[in-house]
Nanobody, 121 residues
């Protein structure tokens, strides 16, 4: 099985920065894409940013220019650098990855447990 372990979030003042990381481990043959989603209280989970194995990225409009997603394929790790954080960025942040566990095409689609990012003064 594939597991995703996220770094801890935390309390950050508005305008501050925070970097999240997420490492995938287990029976991994290849990872197609990794990404970050978030869910604020009373709201649906939404995509924050995603990155493919080739480095193509996709961002939510609300974080463009402030957040940067990157990936270390050798370490099966994805990072989310969050700058100029705003109170509306407060949410549980979840790592997600999908790919294959074998060359025969057995897929995996896995979520992390989530980590809280609280932007408040």
């Amino acid at each position: 099985q594939v597991q995703l372990v996220e770094s801890e979030g935390g309390l950050v003042q508005p305008g501050g920065s925070l970097r999240l990381s997420c490492a995938a481990s287990g029976s991994i043959f290849s990872i197609n894409a990794m990404g970050w989603y978030r869910q604020a209280p009373g709201k649906q989970r939404e995509l924050v940013a995603a990155i493919t194995s080739g480095g193509s990225t996709n961002y939510a409009d609300s974080v463009k220019g402030r957040f940067t997603i990157s990936r270390d394929n050798a370490k099966n790790t994805v990072y989310l650098q969050m700058n100029d954080l705003k109170p509306e960025d407060t949410a549980d942040y979840y790592c997600h990855a999908h790919g294959f566990i074998s060359p025969r095409g057995n897929r995996f689609d896995t979520w992390g447990k989530g980590t809280l990012v609280n932007v408040s003064s």
